[in-house]
């Protein structure tokens, strides 16, 4: 839909053609051009507008070179400048815990206990670890249930206690249970939680407090709308997570939620979600999530050749 | 409700201390509009309209933008007669009356089939529920408990059965009892997933091996803090099912659910319901005015 960006740009910087250098005056219409693509990919609006100022900075003055369409460049620079806002320490999972304890929160419905099922199997295959699943959601219907479907299909154990309702002694008994039968990763599922019930933000908070996991990981879905910049900082405020897991990144989603949620809490982006399959788990890659935020690979990949 | 309030207090701090509508009161409901996920598109209509009787009435003061605002955006839910319905009545024309709910991972489908359950129970309609979610660890679980809670039975089968042929039997077995409201759960699936959307047209088509005109109502469900990529999902699941109905979930959180209007502007597809919590009341029949009014109490 919106591979064209780069012709708009082309066309809103027409009358730069022969100036040699982007000016105050035509760059405008092209940051205009440039701010709505954000918002239309649900870049958050305060973030999209320091965006396009920062761009701006970056442009105004920049020599055009005479092989490029001066889109193509502007194109360019965006680009560049969303990559690094993206990108960064991206350190992997803390896993220098014995066992490492790593705690899943977010929104109902955003993909933590099929990506708790993920990140297990990931863990097992390809780092060698004996990972433990713990369900620590006693509320949605099934959801024990859901998890140990989950492990079932990737062979590693879920500890659960049906008769427990306090989600704090249920990740506590994880634990120990992890450290007496030589688990040496255990990864906690919990329940979705909106951000504004002030009980269950609690409870979450408890839960980390409790058992001080070397891992928090915040789930977002990353079809989120303008509301990503909100939830991700009321969920910083209480548990000041260790990175992000961007989920259903197989959909057509443009993703601007991954800039928002950097942006206003500056937490690495550590996996993506692509798929329901337990197979389809990610590295976050910042380039490709710029791309598709512009929703423009192609331009972009014949700038770099150029 | 807070989100809307928060709507309201953001709107009149963009309005304080000013008597006339002015390039920043606008600049300023845009933002607005935008941060609620109403879209730019649709956001850019609004404001052209409200440009257009600054023009024409010459002069508008900040307090009837507030009234032009309220009208607008209901006459946006109008054209597709949103909030048109007042209560979680179905049409008895048709016995039984098929609901097949439809949307991608985790908006909430499953939830809204108990609370619409539990809703069609309590007004006296016999319900059968079928769990054609065959797919998704423990969905079938999932709406078991939910039948079990509203006490109404469910049609199932094994995780990784054939959907369409459950669906086949649900309407089988509402069709022998008699029942007045069948509800379909079918898995998730996002839109672009060409295989899955394409079973959901076979689970149609073998439903009306039983019941001729079946499904009555696709209900899509559409996650309330989803942004922009709620149009896609209403494009391609109107095209897959024929949409004739929207829920729109998690209102109760923090996410504006603007893309109710936005979506009610662009597709002819009226908001049926929305849901506020999951708990089993938790589903309210949408009134447009409840809506609208929301926002600018
Ligand atoms: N297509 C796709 N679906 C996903 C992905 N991750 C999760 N899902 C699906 O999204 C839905 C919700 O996933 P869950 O893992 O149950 O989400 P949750 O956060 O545990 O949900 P609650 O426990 O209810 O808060 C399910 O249908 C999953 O199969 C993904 O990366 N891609
Ligand atoms: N706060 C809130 N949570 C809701 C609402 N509706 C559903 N949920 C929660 O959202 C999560 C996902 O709901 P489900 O009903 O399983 O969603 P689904 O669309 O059936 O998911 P899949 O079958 O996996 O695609 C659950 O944790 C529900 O409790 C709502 O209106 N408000
Ligand atoms: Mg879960
Ligand atoms: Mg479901």
Redesign the interface.
């Given at each position: 839909m919106f591979s064209n960006l780069s012709d708009k740009l082309d066309k809103a910087l027409h009358v730069l053609k022969g100036h040699g250098s982007i000016t105050e005056v035509n760059v405008a219409e092209t940051l205009k051009e440039v701010r709505?693509a954000l918002?239309?990919?649900?870049v958050?609006?305060?973030i999209a507008k320091e965006f396009t100022t920062t761009v701006k900075e970056k442009a105004l003055g920049q020599n055009v070179l005479t092989t490029l369409q001066p889109g193509q460049l502007m194109v360019k620079i965006v680009k560049d400048e969303l990559t690094a806002l993206m990108g960064g320490d991206a350190e992997g999972i803390n896993l220098s815990g014995n066992p490492s304890v790593i705690l899943m929160s977010g929104?109902?419905?955003?993909?933590k206990?099929?990506f708790s099922g993920k990140l297990a199997n990931y863990l097992k295959n390809k780092k060698t670890k004996k990972p433990l699943l713990v369900a620590c959601d006693v509320?949605?219907?099934?959801?024990i249930?859901?998890?140990?479907?989950?492990g079932g299909?990737i062979g590693v154990e879920v500890f659960s206690d049906r008769d427990n309702k306090n989600p704090v002694a249920i990740a506590q008994a994880g634990i120990a249970h992890a450290k007496a039968n030589g688990y040496n990763v255990v990864i906690i599922d919990t329940a979705g939680r909106?951000?504004?019930d002030e009980v269950m933000m609690n409870e979450i908070s408890n839960i980390h407090k409790a058992i001080q996991p070397q891992e928090t990981l915040f789930v977002v879905?990353a079809?989120?709308?303008?509301?990503?910049v909100?939830?991700a900082k009321?969920f910083n405020d209480v548990l000041n997570f260790d990175g992000v897991i961007l989920t259903?990144l197989?959909?057509?989603?443009?993703g601007?939620?991954a800039l928002s949620i950097k942006s206003v809490v500056n937490k690495p982006i550590k996996f993506i979600g692509t798929g329901?399959k337990m197979e389809a788990i990610d590295v976050f890659y910042p380039s490709r999530m710029a791309d598709r935020i512009l929703g423009m690979g192609d331009v972009v990949s014949l700038v770099e050749r150029a | 409700e807070k989100s809307k309030s928060s709507f309201f207090s953001k709107f009149n701090k963009a309005i304080a201390g000013k008597s006339k509508v002015d390039d920043d009161v606008l600049d300023n409901l845009e933002e607005v509009l935008v941060t609620s996920d109403v879209g730019v598109e649709t956001t850019l209509k609004v404001i052209e309209r409200i440009e257009a009787r600054v023009a024409r009435d010459k002069y508008l003061g900040t307090q009837e933008l507030n009234q032009i605002l309220r009208e607008e955006i209901a006459a946006l839910l109008s054209e597709t007669n949103s909030g048109d319905a007042t209560d979680f009545s179905i049409n008895s024309v048709h016995k039984p009356y098929v609901i097949m709910v439809v949307g991608v991972n985790g908006v909430g489908k499953t939830t809204t089939i108990g609370k619409l359950a539990y809703q069609f129970k309590k007004q006296g309609y016999s319900v059968v529920l079928g769990a054609a979610d065959t797919f998704r660890a423990a969905a079938i679980d999932q709406l078991q408990i939910w039948a079990d809670r509203v006490g109404v039975p469910i049609v199932k089968q094994y995780m990784g059965s054939d959907p369409a042929s459950v669906a086949f039997d649900t309407l089988q077995s509402a069709v022998n009892q008699n029942a007045d409201v069948v509800i379909i759960d079918t898995a998730g699936r996002l839109h672009n997933k060409v295989n899955l959307m394409n079973e959901l047209t076979k689970i149609k088509r073998v439903m009306q091996k039983v019941v001729p005109d079946a499904p009555q109502e696709v209900l899509l469900v559409l996650d309330g803090s989803t942004g922009q990529n709620a149009f896609e999902q209403a494009k391609h699941f109107t095209a897959a099912t024929e949409v004739n109905a929207l829920a729109v979930t998690k209102l109760d959180g923090t996410a504006k659910g603007g893309v109710v209007i936005g979506i009610s502007d662009q597709f002819q597809i009226p908001v049926k319901y929305i849901g506020v919590g999951e708990g089993i009341e938790q589903l309210q029949v949408f009134n447009k005015f409840e809506f609208v009014d929301s926002f600018f109490k």
């Amino acid at each position: 839909m919106f591979s064209n960006l780069s012709d708009k740009l082309d066309k809103a910087l027409h009358v730069l053609k022969g100036h040699g250098s982007i000016t105050e005056v035509n760059v405008a219409e092209t940051l205009k051009e440039v701010r709505r693509a954000l918002l239309d990919a649900d870049v958050n609006f305060k973030i999209a507008k320091e965006f396009t100022t920062t761009v701006k900075e970056k442009a105004l003055g920049q020599n055009v070179l005479t092989t490029l369409q001066p889109g193509q460049l502007m194109v360019k620079i965006v680009k560049d400048e969303l990559t690094a806002l993206m990108g960064g320490d991206a350190e992997g999972i803390n896993l220098s815990g014995n066992p490492s304890v790593i705690l899943m929160s977010g929104l109902q419905g955003s993909g933590k206990t099929t990506f708790s099922g993920k990140l297990a199997n990931y863990l097992k295959n390809k780092k060698t670890k004996k990972p433990l699943l713990v369900a620590c959601d006693v509320y949605r219907p099934a959801a024990i249930d859901q998890l140990h479907v989950v492990g079932g299909q990737i062979g590693v154990e879920v500890f659960s206690d049906r008769d427990n309702k306090n989600p704090v002694a249920i990740a506590q008994a994880g634990i120990a249970h992890a450290k007496a039968n030589g688990y040496n990763v255990v990864i906690i599922d919990t329940a979705g939680r909106l951000a504004v019930d002030e009980v269950m933000m609690n409870e979450i908070s408890n839960i980390h407090k409790a058992i001080q996991p070397q891992e928090t990981l915040f789930v977002v879905d990353a079809m989120t709308g303008q509301d990503a910049v909100n939830t991700a900082k009321a969920f910083n405020d209480v548990l000041n997570f260790d990175g992000v897991i961007l989920t259903k990144l197989d959909g057509d989603t443009r993703g601007g939620a991954a800039l928002s949620i950097k942006s206003v809490v500056n937490k690495p982006i550590k996996f993506i979600g692509t798929g329901e399959k337990m197979e389809a788990i990610d590295v976050f890659y910042p380039s490709r999530m710029a791309d598709r935020i512009l929703g423009m690979g192609d331009v972009v990949s014949l700038v770099e050749r150029a | 409700e807070k989100s809307k309030s928060s709507f309201f207090s953001k709107f009149n701090k963009a309005i304080a201390g000013k008597s006339k509508v002015d390039d920043d009161v606008l600049d300023n409901l845009e933002e607005v509009l935008v941060t609620s996920d109403v879209g730019v598109e649709t956001t850019l209509k609004v404001i052209e309209r409200i440009e257009a009787r600054v023009a024409r009435d010459k002069y508008l003061g900040t307090q009837e933008l507030n009234q032009i605002l309220r009208e607008e955006i209901a006459a946006l839910l109008s054209e597709t007669n949103s909030g048109d319905a007042t209560d979680f009545s179905i049409n008895s024309v048709h016995k039984p009356y098929v609901i097949m709910v439809v949307g991608v991972n985790g908006v909430g489908k499953t939830t809204t089939i108990g609370k619409l359950a539990y809703q069609f129970k309590k007004q006296g309609y016999s319900v059968v529920l079928g769990a054609a979610d065959t797919f998704r660890a423990a969905a079938i679980d999932q709406l078991q408990i939910w039948a079990d809670r509203v006490g109404v039975p469910i049609v199932k089968q094994y995780m990784g059965s054939d959907p369409a042929s459950v669906a086949f039997d649900t309407l089988q077995s509402a069709v022998n009892q008699n029942a007045d409201v069948v509800i379909i759960d079918t898995a998730g699936r996002l839109h672009n997933k060409v295989n899955l959307m394409n079973e959901l047209t076979k689970i149609k088509r073998v439903m009306q091996k039983v019941v001729p005109d079946a499904p009555q109502e696709v209900l899509l469900v559409l996650d309330g803090s989803t942004g922009q990529n709620a149009f896609e999902q209403a494009k391609h699941f109107t095209a897959a099912t024929e949409v004739n109905a929207l829920a729109v979930t998690k209102l109760d959180g923090t996410a504006k659910g603007g893309v109710v209007i936005g979506i009610s502007d662009q597709f002819q597809i009226p908001v049926k319901y929305i849901g506020v919590g999951e708990g089993i009341e938790q589903l309210q029949v949408f009134n447009k005015f409840e809506f609208v009014d929301s926002f600018f109490k």
